[in-house]
């Protein structure tokens, strides 16, 4: 992911991804740091969770009900929470139906895998897709520093990582899935950083336009 470089605080070595250059930390206020840990954090549960969800719902385990409303109903929230310190509440809400849509179509998918659902399955994979069309769509409208096309593509790699591990998780290949699952980690840490750094960046403009303004 070449176009991920230094100057916009993401580097990508070694197949693990190294948040914002040693160098370029000073740079950051402790304001614009926490944003980017809280961004992080949450697509890091995210993709803990679902993990969590897809293995008690193929394993058809007990738990499965209390990982759902952690998954469905906690995490949206702190996503919401996250967000509306930064954009607006109506903007705040489509955000949350977006990530509640996402979490969703991924519960949706393993049960086709689960069912053995070849039809269900390309329905649900695409409906994915069409979460991250949405997604991509959605946060280049309300931040000129989210690219739609940059997005889409985290966003795809994303769905089909998420994809790959239901499928190996569903067919018992837990060492093909162990191996997709760090890759998943490092896409959503991929994902968490380009939001947040997105939002630093707008937090600035705003901040020399009032600032402007007041003199």
Known sequence: MDEFDERRGVILQNNKCTVI?????EQYTFEEVQILINFITLWMKIVYWTRSLIQATIGNSPEQSSIGK???????SEFFKEFNQYYSDQDSQEFLNIITNLINDNWQLTNSYKNKDALSIEINRNQLYQVADRLS????????????DEIKKLMYGYVELKNNEIKAIATGNYDLETQIFEQIEDQAMLIGTYMAMGTIKKRRDEKA?????GQ
Request: hydrophobic residues 40%.
């Open 21 to 25: 250059a040693m160098q370029e930390i």
């Open 70 to 76: 952690e998954l469905f109903i906690s995490l949206p």
């Open 137 to 148: 769509e959605f946060l280049a409208r309300i931040n000129p520093y989210y690219k739609q």
């Open 209 to 213: 336009q009032t600032a402007e303004n």
